[in-house]
């Protein structure tokens, strides 16, 4: 009698800021797809910058600042970026005036929409506003538009970014994944016990599942 496997179960700790968290995530949507691995995936928060302020930083400011990028340096990346995005369906739109901001409010807003199983599709609808269409993300009119604009309530958006009930709940998950010592994303784990870091590969996700499809139920 065959065994029947479970969904393979992928948590990954990312923040909407961070393009390798979309690249990465990109890369292993296109390895589940063509290993037909079934999965459930949970998104979970963590934040690059929790000190910035909510008018946020000018992104070639921020990159010199906190990595010590030279401008040349950073425009190449940000091409390299780009050329990756564009293998996987993904549109990155950097220009001169692109900023970095503040995402608490927005892991409340995915929180929120996790309550009705949507916090995938908003996750991936603040990766496009972001990078793609260059929004405000640490607005919370622009936060609760997006909700809209997936067919979420705007109105119930705007009070849960209102009255920051969420807040606590994001703080300590935060805190559980640094906890566990995640210190950098994209981090995705699989089956709440193999770390994998950093944006892997079409081909290196796909040895990593066939890996996990191969051990023991």
């Known amino acids: 009698m065959t065994e029947t496997r479970p969904p393979l179960r992928i ?22 797809a063509d290993s037909g691995t079934a999965h459930d995936i949970h998104w979970h928060p963590f934040e690059l910058n929790p000190d910035m302020p909510p008018e946020g ?5 921020h990159v010199a600042e ?3 990028s030279t401008p040349e340096q950073s425009a190449k990346s940000r091409d390299q970026m780009t ?19 503040n995402t608490f409010d927005a892991h409340q807003l ?27 993300l640490s607005d919370t009119a622009v936060l609760a538009d997006i ?6 309530d705007r109105a119930e958006a705007l009070a849960v970014l209102e009255d920051q009930r969420f807040a606590n709940d994001v703080r300590t998950e935060e805190k559980f994944w640094v906890s566990q010592g995640i210190q950098g994303v994209p981090a995705v ?28 139920v």
């Open 11 to 32: 948590d990954i700790i990312s923040d909407v800021m961070c393009p390798w968290c979309i690249i990465g995530y990109s890369q292993l949507a296109q390895a589940l």
């Open 57 to 61: 930083q000018n992104i070639r400011e």
């Open 66 to 68: 906190k990595y010590g």
């Open 83 to 101: 050329a990756l995005g564009a293998e996987l369906g993904f549109e990155f739109r950097y220009g001169d005036d692109m900023r970095m901001h």
């Open 110 to 136: 995915l929180h929120w929409a996790n309550e009705t199983g949507r916090m995938h599709d908003l996750k991936q609808a603040l990766f496009t506003a972001h990078f793609t269409n260059g929004r405000n």
């Open 147 to 152: 909700a809209a604009e997936i067919g979420l």
């Open 189 to 216: 784990v699989f089956n709440q016990r193999h770390l994998v870091t950093g944006a892997q590969g079409v081909d290196n996700y796909t040895q990593i599942l066939k890996q996990l499809a191969e051990m023991p």
